[in-house]
T-cell receptor, first 112, second 114 residues
Framework: EAQVTQNPRYLITVTGKKLTVTCSQN?????MSWYRQDPGLGLRQIYYSMNVEVTDKGDVPEGYKVSRKEKRNFPLILESPSPNQTSLYFC???????????FGPGTRLTVT | DQQVKQNSPSLSVQEGRISILNCDYT??????FLWYKKYPAEGPTFLIS?????DKNEDGRFTVFLNKSAKHLSLHIVPSQPGDSAVYFC?????????????FGTGTLLAVQP
C-alpha cells in the first residue's frame, strides 16, 4: 500500500529537549516536505527536499532542521523545542512539488 | 501575505443539499489548483484538481469551478452526505514557476447535518 508514515503520532515534551519526528514514504517520490497546521493559519511549509541531500527552507523554518540521507526518509529535528512549536505536523511526498502531495497521518506535538 | 484565502472558516449544510466551498487567490501566476479533505486525526487527502486551461472539473459528487478573471475557485458537493463532514483545504501552485510548491488556504470546516 502506497503511504507516508510518521512517528510518533503524539508527543509531549519539555522545552529544550531535542526530539526527532520520523517520516518515511514507499512511493519512490523525490520530493518530500514538512508542514505545520495551526488554527486559522492553515498548512505552512517548514522545510522541503527535492531529492537526496537537497533540502531547503520553507515559509516557517526557524527552530527546525531536516536531513535527507535516503530517498524514502525525511526526519524533522527540533534541537531545542519551545512552546510556540506546539502544533500538528504533517510530512508529505510527491513526484512533483506543484502537483498532488501525499500526506502522512500527522504528529501532534505539545511542548511545555 | 495570504496568497490563497478561504474566507469561511465553517459551513453547515443539510444532508442531500449542495455544499459550496469557496477559495480566492491573489497570485496570477497560479495555474494549478487542488482541493484536499481532512478528517480529524488523519492527514489531508487529495480530492480533486483543476488546471487553469479548464473552468470546470467533475469527479462524481465533486465539481471544482475556476473563474480565472475573478481569481476564484469553488468546490461543489452534490448531494452532501454526513461522511463529507471534514476540513477542506484549497491549494494552488505555479507549474514550472519560481515558487515550486503548493500554497494552502486556511481551511473550511464543513458540517453536514443528517
Amino acid at each position: 500500500e502506497a503511504q507516508v508514515t510518521q512517528n510518533p503520532r503524539y508527543l509531549i515534551t519539555v522545552t529544550g529537549k531535542k526530539l526527532t519526528v520520523t517520516c518515511s514514504q514507499n512511493m519512490n517520490h523525490e520530493y518530500m516536505s514538512w508542514y505545520r497546521q495551526d488554527p486559522g493559519l492553515g498548512l505552512r511549509q517548514i522545510y522541503y527536499s527535492m531529492n537526496v541531500e537537497v533540502t531547503d527552507k520553507g515559509d516557517v523554518p526557524e527552530g527546525y532542521k531536516v536531513s535527507r540521507k535516503e530517498k524514502r526518509n525525511f526526519p524533522l529535528i527540533l534541537e531545542s523545542p519551545s512552546p510556540n512549536q506546539t502544533s500538528l505536523y504533517f510530512c508529505a511526498s510527491s513526484w512533483d512539488p506543484a502537483y498532488e502531495q501525499y500526506f502522512g497521518p500527522g504528529t501532534r506535538l505539545t511542548v511545555t | 501575505d495570504q496568497q490563497v484565502k478561504q474566507n469561511s472558516p465553517s459551513l453547515s449544510v443539510q444532508e442531500g443539499r449542495i455544499s459550496i466551498l469557496n477559495c480566492d487567490y491573489t497570485n496570477s501566476m497560479f495555474d494549478y489548483f487542488l482541493w484536499y479533505k481532512k478528517y480529524p486525526a488523519e492527514g489531508p487527502t487529495f480530492l480533486i484538481s483543476i488546471s487553469s486551461i479548464k473552468d470546470k472539473n467533475e469527479d462524481g459528487r465533486f465539481t471544482v469551478f475556476l473563474n480565472k478573471s475573478a481569481k476564484h475557485l469553488s468546490l461543489h458537493i452534490v448531494p452532501s452526505q454526513p461522511g463529507d463532514s471534514a476540513v477542506y483545504f484549497c491549494a494552488a501552485s505555479a507549474l514550472g514557476g519560481a515558487t515550486n510548491k503548493l500554497i494552502f488556504g486556511t481551511g473550511t470546516l464543513l458540517a453536514v447535518q443528517p
